[in-house]
């Protein structure tokens, strides 16, 4: 699934791809509120759904890291890439 944001279209512009980015960020962020407020959820089924949503967090940031896309930046990606804006966990 986070490879999907990683291998965006060429023909979309290098903002566009940031705005993508930090939109699959700031959902997957959202959507963990939401399944930790959410009441009718038990509580097995939040830790599944959050966890689920964690483990997609961590393989985009994991992929942002080798590629050099991201705030967080691997030292063999220091000279490649762009940064995804304000991504505050």
Request: hydrophobic share 40%; net charge neutral.
């Amino acid at each position: 699934m986070t490879k999907l944001y990683h291998n965006l279209s060429d023909q979309i512009t290098r903002d566009e791809i940031i705005l993508i980015q930090d939109d699959f960020c700031n959902q997957c962020i959202h959507q963990m509120k939401i399944a930790a407020d959410n009441k009718l959820m038990s509580d097995e089924d939040k830790k599944l759904f959050i966890k689920t949503l964690l483990a997609m967090l961590k393989s985009f940031l994991y992929d942002s890291e080798r590629t050099g896309v991201g705030k967080l930046r691997y030292h063999a990606a220091l000279d490649r890439g762009y940064f995804i804006e304000k991504l505050v966990l």
